[in-house]
């Protein structure tokens, strides 16, 4: 007699659950790359936690210095007080991160998730500013409180809201429209830096270097630095939302380092604890500090537990050979993913992303879900992205060796023979 090993979710949980429908297992055990369920089965892990384990599962570093810090009974709740923890991520952070990139940004812990770095973000540039309206992007996903919904353009998550989301504007995302970047500039600068336009004055011009969940669309560097021009020009701060292209997702630390870039903001979560422990941070140049204390707060914006990890996760980028590894691996995605889509031209596929935030897209109707699907299948998590799950994505662990990887390649190549071919 079969055994329904998902009857206690679907009997129990909400109806609101998701990804335990797209991967229909219960899983129990993780390590590197692999997922292992209750009976023992073997999965490839490329989905990472939608990003928030980029360093993979149960790093073994990390693992140490947690469980080490809970022995000694480090202090695991504290609020914004100073803890010894909380002094060692700061400082590895700047010694690690900010100064080797000549960067100067404090730095905010404003609750432990994306959202939360995402909105104190916005309250400190109308704060600053003095303005309301917020310019966001098409396509662009920043997360599911009210204002972070507000700069969302996802028509599912927007309505979710339930009451009108006001004070932003949304202008065409890099390639939205068919033109050249000039072309594009011309027409945001038209709305944003003229009068006449019925656009208020923007506050900020929040955006994404690639767009996760609204497709992989990844910005031209000469975009970015147009965008940034643009923000200087009519005084509002610039706010890159880097929670899940960030932390070497799109190839270095920050997702828009090739294009030379200094955001005015920076909002980091996930894979910035490491171990997938609840993290955020928000940074800001140092003379936007115009905080009243406990202006902006939240109960769990101190948790020392993932400080732990996420220092632990930063001696990964002391050596450069870390950062090579990720340049190297991913040209082996990219190369894959041309390959499959001219080896599997029914497909129509169109290569989207970069570094290890990429995937292809097909506009045939539910053929993405359907790899996804069939990748479960072959033992591999992956998911899909953009307005109408057109895209599937990769986002296995920077972490992974070249064989795991090619390992989880084939079987999505057997995945979309089976999807074409079924």
């Known amino acids: ?68 810090y809970i022995q000694e009974d480090g202090i695991t709740h504290s609020l914004d007080m100073a ?4 002094r060692e991520f700061l ?38 500013t003095g303005r309301t309206n917020v310019v966001s992007f098409t396509n662009g996903f920043h997360g599911m409180t009210l204002g972070s919904l507000s700069v969302t353009s996802n028509d599912f998550k927007r309505k979710g809201a339930g009451v009108p989301l006001s004070n932003t504007t949304i202008m065409p995302y890099d390639k939205y429209v068919d033109e050249p970047v000039e072309t594009q500039m011309k027409y945001i600068r038209r709305f944003l830096a ?39 020009d009519i005084g509002a701060l610039l706010i890159v939302d880097d929670i899940q292209a960030g932390v070497g ?24 604890g490491g171990y997938g422990l ?43 050979s870390f950062e090579k590894g990720i340049e190297e691996k991913s040209q082996m995605i990219t190369s894959f993913l041309q390959l499959m889509i001219d080896k599997y031209p029914a497909l129509e596929g169109k290569l989207k992303g970069r570094g290890f935030i990429q995937g292809i897209r097909t506009d045939i109707p539910d053929l993405a879900g359907k790899v996804a699907a069939n990748a479960f299948e072959q033992g591999l998590i992956m998911e899909t992205a953009g307005p109408n799950d057109e895209v599937f994505k990769l986002f296995p662990p920077l972490t992974i060796d070249k064989e795991g990887l090619q390992a989880g390649l084939d079987k999505l190549d057997a995945a979309i023979d089976q999807a074409l071919n079924a």
């Open 1 to 68: 007699m079969s055994v329904n090993v998902m009857n206690v979710f679907e009997q129990l949980e909400s109806e609101v659950r998701s990804y335990s429908r797209s991967f229909p297992t219960v899983f129990h055990k993780a390590k590197g790359y692999k997922l292992y369920d209750e009976s023992g089965k073997e999965y490839i892990d490329f989905f990472s936690g939608a990003g928030a384990l980029n360093y993979g599962h149960n790093d073994d570093q990390m693992k140490a210095k947690l469980i080490e």
């Open 83 to 86: 803890s010894k923890s909380k």
């Open 91 to 128: 400082s590895a952070f700047q010694s690690s991160i900010l100064e080797p990139r000549n960067m100067s940004y404090k730095v905010m812990f404003p609750g432990p998730t994306g959202t939360n770095a995402v909105e104190s973000a916005l309250k400190l540039a109308r704060k600053i």
């Open 194 to 232: 003229t009068n006449g336009s019925g656009v208020d004055a923007p506050a900020a011009l929040i955006l994404e270097t690639v767009q996760g969940e609204g497709g992989l669309n990844a910005a031209s560097m000469e975009w970015l630095q147009e965008i940034e021009k643009l923000a200087k």
């Open 249 to 272: 997702r799109a190839g270095t630390f920050f997702s828009f380092e090739p294009a030379g870039i200094k955001p005015d903001i920076i909002c980091l979560s996930k894979s910035i």
């Open 278 to 320: 609840p993290l955020a941070l928000t940074l800001f140049k140092p003379e936007l500090d115009k905080w009243a204390p406990g202006e902006h707060n939240g109960t769990f914006r101190g948790n020392n537990l993932a400080f732990v990890t996420a220092t632990a996760a930063l001696d990964y980028w002391k050596d450069p």
